[in-house]
């Protein structure tokens, strides 16, 4: 089946939707809405929001807008009876995923989360992993996610609440959040402290973050930062048998530096542990994108649940992040 496919907002990542969508072949981009370019656009029409919506030959509308306008629109494409791709974050709150949640069920139609970092192949092997049991249970997890910004930064919808939600955290920790609990499980503990001593802007710049699963003990901690100066992407888990640890991440830019698994067994007994001990494997390609793209797809083709990156995923990360931000104090 060749689904047809409306982009609203065709930046920079609505042009990477498309691009995977025309990878995949099951599917075909036929009108985006994007208000700084003229009517057409290599020959695709660009439409307003309201005819995106309304199209009746669009199957599915992928969203890549800014942050504030996320939640209405999905709700409106839910319940203009189409299937939902939408970036991060869902919403703000997890109080407006809730009310998202409510529509998704009434439309019956698929919804899904652009939470990226999952679908990188290196992600995928550590996944694997983890659930084969050979390692035993995750102890505890770290991850710093770090970039560096210029004073044009002040000028973005990112920099303004209203628009973005809050700062590095909703914008890039986010990811990180969302690994902990994709790889390792659960967490029912927050504890926080979120600053903007540097930036001074409306939005953080700095997340340090703890949590806790209560149950088993298990610990994760996070720092995401805009004051990194230079771009960092940082994931390691240990667990009873073994540890992995993910060292940059394939991007556009290569801004995170090459994406490098190491993973090794337990070795806290004598003789003294070797850096030889490890097995490091390089990922030279970014396949997540069309992973991406062809989960989504292959959920409304055959009437499948979206297992990775649903509306319940999205409902964990926002609870988080909202108790992450009741620290907030500027």
């Known amino acids: 089946m060749n689904f047809k496919v409306g982009i609203i907002g065709y930046g920079t990542m609505g042009k990477t939707r498309h691009q995977a969508i025309d990878e995949i072949e099951i599917a075909e981009v036929i009108a985006i809405s994007e208000p700084e370019i003229g009517s057409e656009y290599n020959s695709i029409l660009n439409l307003t929001h309201e005819e995106i919506l309304d199209h009746s030959e669009i199957d599915a509308i992928i969203i890549c807008t800014p942050n504030f306008l996320n939640k209405k629109l999905t709700i409106d494409a839910l ?80 920099a303004k609440r209203e628009m973005a939600g809050g700062g590095i955290l909703i914008d890039q920790g986010i990811h990180m959040l969302d690994l902990f609990l994709y790889l390792t499980g659960d ?91 490890e097995v490091k494997t390089k990922y030279i390609d970014n396949n997540s994108w069309r992973y991406e793209m062809e989960h989504f797809f292959k959920c409304i083709e055959e009437d499948l649940p979206v297992q990775t990156g649903n509306s319940a995923d999205a409902l964990k990360i926002m609870t988080i992040i909202d108790e992450i931000y009741k620290t907030k104090d500027f």
Not at 200 to 224: P, T, W, Y
């Open 79 to 158: 319940n203009s009876g189409k299937h939902v791709f939408c970036e991060k974050p869902p919403a703000f709150t997890g109080a407006d995923v809730l009310e998202i949640r409510e529509v998704e069920v009434k439309s019956g139609k698929k919804l899904m989360y652009g939470l990226n970092h999952r679908h990188h192949d290196s992600v995928i092997r550590m996944k694997g992993l983890i659930d084969s049991g050979e390692y035993g249970k995750v102890l505890w997890s770290r991850g710093r996610y770090g970039k560096s910004v210029t004073e044009d930064y002040f000028n973005q919808w990112r």
């Open 187 to 277: 967490y029912d503990i927050v504890k926080a402290e979120v600053s903007n001593l540097y930036w001074k802007m409306d939005v953080e710049d700095n997340a340090f973050v703890i949590l806790k699963d209560s149950s088993s003990g298990r610990v994760a901690s996070l720092h995401s930062t805009m004051t990194q100066w230079r771009h960092l992407f940082s994931l390691e888990i240990f667990l009873e048998k073994g540890y992995m640890v993910l060292n940059g991440l394939i991007t556009s830019t290569m801004s995170y530096g090459e994406e490098i698994l190491s993973v090794a067994k337990n070795r806290s007994t004598a003789p003294a542990a070797t850096w030889e001990d």
